[in-house]
């Protein structure tokens, strides 16, 4: 059996668990929740001999491989029983490998707008670098994909909240799927595929049935961020451009 192996590249806070719900609701796909996030969390924190910013980074080692050579042969590239595979990854998670996978996976992208993503993160982390958006890799992989021939579909978080219908059935056109409606909504409470670390990240979408309705952010953006925000919003702004659109 021929397997659509879809790579979702997106940054943290970007709704990419939703997408990832939406996608496990159809009968042909298996998804997997962040397979290279121990290869992640070993590899940067173990070079840099400092703590991570990152809650469970225990557990998460603890619970998967941190070998990638390994992920790549034996889950991204590994047996699938559905015809289709779908993995949600962030895109700073590719560190320290060889990249050559991505030739044979259909790459996916993920945004957010900076402004609404990176206070979102910061709730977690604390004040987060350019590199713990991932948005300068994504950035840098769309390029290196596209001088390899690849055309990647884009999708705006934003867009999706505001017309997820649409932005779903335009992503599996591209994508040689058909659109499926029971991608639009969810049971509460979580999916077998979570990660160890969904507790402390998945708390809005377990309470979710669907996508939320996107609401723009209200409160001050903190000053703290205006840094990094205007280091991301470079990468962002690329990104963009060739988003999906509602």
């Not at 708390?203 to 669907?210: C, E, F, Y």
């Not at 309705?213 to 470079?234: G, Q, T």
Request: charge should be neutral; include cysteine; hydrophobic fraction near 45%.
């Amino acid at each position: 059996m021929e397997i659509k192996r879809i790579c979702l590249w997106s940054g943290p806070r970007n709704v990419s668990t939703a997408l990832m719900y939406a996608f496990a609701q159809r009968s042909d796909t298996r998804v997997i929740d962040e397979p290279l996030y121990a290869h992640y969390l070993h590899t940067k924190y173990k070079a840099a001999a400092a703590k991570s910013t990152h809650p469970a980074t225990a557990e998460v080692i603890a619970a998967m491989s941190t070998d990638a050579t390994a992920v790549v042969r034996e889950v991204i590239l590994g047996p699938c029983d559905k015809p289709v595979l779908f993995m949600k990854q962030m895109a700073h998670h590719l560190i320290k490998m060889d990249l050559d996978f991505l030739q044979q996976t259909i790459n996916v992208f993920l945004i957010r707008d900076p402004k609404e993503m990176l206070p979102s993160l910061a709730k977690i982390i604390g004040v987060p670098t350019l590199a713990d958006t991932g948005l300068k890799v994504q950035h840098d992989l769309l390029m290196a994909l596209r001088a390899a021939g690849q055309s990647p579909p884009i999708l705006d978080a934003r867009l999706l909240l505001s017309d997820p219908r649409s932005v779903l059935c335009q992503l599996c056109d591209q994508l040689g799927l058909r659109f499926d409606v029971s991608m639009l909504s969810w049971e509460a409470g979580g999916n077998a595929a979570d990660g160890v670390w969904a507790p402390y990240w998945y708390g809005n979408v377990h309470r979710s049935t669907g996508f939320a309705p996107y609401r723009p952010k209200s409160e001050p953006f903190p000053a703290e961020l205006e840094d990094v925000l205007a280091a991301c919003s470079a990468h962002y702004d690329v990104l963009h451009r060739d988003a999906i659109s509602a």
